[in-house]
C-alpha cells in the first residue's frame, strides 16, 4: 500500500494511517480494513472514541466549581513527576524518585512540628551523588515561635529523608514566610 505524502506520526504497522481510517468511519468497511488485524483494531477503538465523544458532547451536566482548580492541579503534578531526582544503588541499573515526591515527605515531617505549617518545598539533586538539597518555605505560629522551633524542623526533615528516602540532605534552606495566629 502506497502511503500518501503526509508526515504523520500515527502510522499502523501495515502503513495505513491512523488519521486515514478515522475519516473512513462513515463509510463501508474497505477490503484492506476487513482483512488488516492493525486495521479493524483500530477501526473499533475509533468508533468507541467517536460514540463517547457525542455522548459526552451530548451532556448538559454542569461541572463542579472546582473542577478547572482540579484539573490544573492533576496537571501540575504530571509536570512534577517529570523532575526525577537519581537515587544511590547498591545495584546496577539506576533509581529516581519524583521531586515531587520528596517534597511530601519533607512537609509532612515539617507539619509534624507543632507551629509550624509547610508551605513552599523545592528539591534538587544536591552536589554530591546521592544528596539533595532542599528550599523550604514556613509558616510558623506567632504565639508558638521559640528559637528552637526551625532546629527541630531541621532534624525533623533530615530524619524523615534519610529513613523515607535513603539519601542525606547536603542542604536544607528553611525560609520563614509568614507568622499565623493560632485560633
Do not use: K
Not at 513527576?81 to 529516581?96: A, F, I, Q, V, Y
Not at 535513603?166 to 520563614?176: F, H, I, M, N, S
Amino acid at each position: 500500500m502506497a502511503v500518501n505524502g503526509t508526515s504523520s506520526e500515527y502510522l499502523l504497522p501495515c502503513g495505513r494511517d491512523v488519521d486515514e481510517v478515522w475519516s473512513g468511519l462513515g463509510e463501508p468497511v474497505d477490503v484492506h480494513e476487513r482483512d488488516c488485524p492493525h486495521c479493524r483494531a483500530t477501526r473499533g477503538s475509533l468508533l468507541v472514541l467517536r460514540d463517547v465523544t457525542r455522548e459526552l458532547a451530548d451532556d448538559e451536566t454542569e461541572p463542579s466549581r472546582d473542577l478547572t482548580g482540579r484539573i490544573m492541579a492533576a496537571v501540575r503534578a504530571d509536570l512534577r513527576r517529570h523532575d526525577l531526582l537519581p537515587l544511590p544503588t547498591p545495584e546496577p541499573g539506576s533509581l529516581e524518585v519524583s521531586a515531587q515526591a520528596v517534597a511530601a515527605v519533607v512537609r509532612f515531617a515539617a507539619d509534624g512540628v507543632a507551629g509550624v505549617r509547610a508551605r513552599r518545598c523545592r528539591v534538587t539533586a544536591g552536589a554530591a551523588a546521592g544528596a539533595l538539597a532542599v528550599e523550604l518555605n514556613l509558616a510558623v505560629s506567632y504565639h508558638g515561635f521559640v528559637r528552637h522551633l526551625l532546629d527541630d524542623v531541621r532534624d525533623r526533615v533530615e530524619s524523615a529523608v534519610g529513613a523515607r528516602i535513603g539519601v542525606r540532605l547536603e542542604r536544607l534552606d528553611l525560609v520563614l514566610d509568614d507568622l499565623y495566629e493560632d485560633g
